[in-house]
């Protein structure tokens, strides 16, 4: 499911139907679970395959799998291989579902029941391998992160579109070893100060009721407007070439899966 713009801000909860109700966690929440765990949490659930196995403390070369087996290997199979790995995801996933999650070895799956609900009641949705990624990206998007989904090469049928394929998964695990610094003028804590500090209503005080979605949208809308008043007032005193100036600028839509704004 792709959510809107007005979805992703809501507060509310957004229902993924036989899963749970997503959240986007409040500053206030992040804060009370510690910035890095929040981030942890984050990679967990955007972690792909060939990613989980690279990760692995001194993983011998010959025990690394094949492509051809990466391709059939799903997250959600390695991440409740183990009863510690599958109690650890479920508080994950407690985290940012509206419902309360627990991991069923019988069922081989999560069971999702309301809070209020006993134990003894039925479930009200269950996340299994087959939602699990579709789970995994609506969290994501609610928390301003990118979900790259991985397409398996088996899947690929054209001989040409697979080395196409295998092209551009050793691009990204290429730009991903080169250890490219991360900026740290879009690191949360920075974000926080920069809005509560630019923002005409929100201050250091009242800035942790906001969702993180709410958060980078304000963000990224004050960079916006900021570029649109230097140019008004550049078209102001000097004119432009083309001797038009576009007024509604500053209410255009933003693109918020632009790279440029990651």
Known sequence: MKPDHFDL??????????????????????????????????????????TYFSM??????????SEETLSRLNMFDLLTLQPSSAAFLAEILNFFLKEEVSF???????????????????PIG?????NYEALCSLICRRNNVRFQK?????????????EIMKKLKKGRAEK??????TDTSTELGNVISAVANR????NPVNIWELTVFQLWDSFFRLSSNQIYNIESMSVAAWGNKDNHFDAAGWFKPLDLSNEDFF
């Not at 692995?56 to 799998?65: D, G, Q, R, T």
């Not at 991903?176 to 610094?181: L, T």
């Open 199 to 202: 923002h005409p209503s929100l």
């Open 56 to 65: 692995l403390p001194n993983p011998a070369h010959s025990a690394f799998p």
């Open 150 to 162: 991985e397409v398996p090469l088996s899947g690929v049928k054209s001989k040409k579109a697979q």
């Open 126 to 130: 269950r996340i299994t391998r087959e």
């Open 9 to 50: 801000l809501s507060p509310s909860p957004i229902l993924l139907p036989g899963a749970g109700s997503v959240l986007s966690p409040t500053l206030k929440d992040i804060s009370m679970l510690g910035i890095h765990t929040y981030h942890y949490y984050l990679s967990v659930l955007s972690m792909d395959v060939k």
């Open 176 to 181: 991903a070893k080169s250890g490219k610094k």
């Open 104 to 122: 069923s070895e019988e069922d081989g799956c999560f069971l999702v029941a309301t809070k209020e609900n006993s134990q003894e009641e039925p």
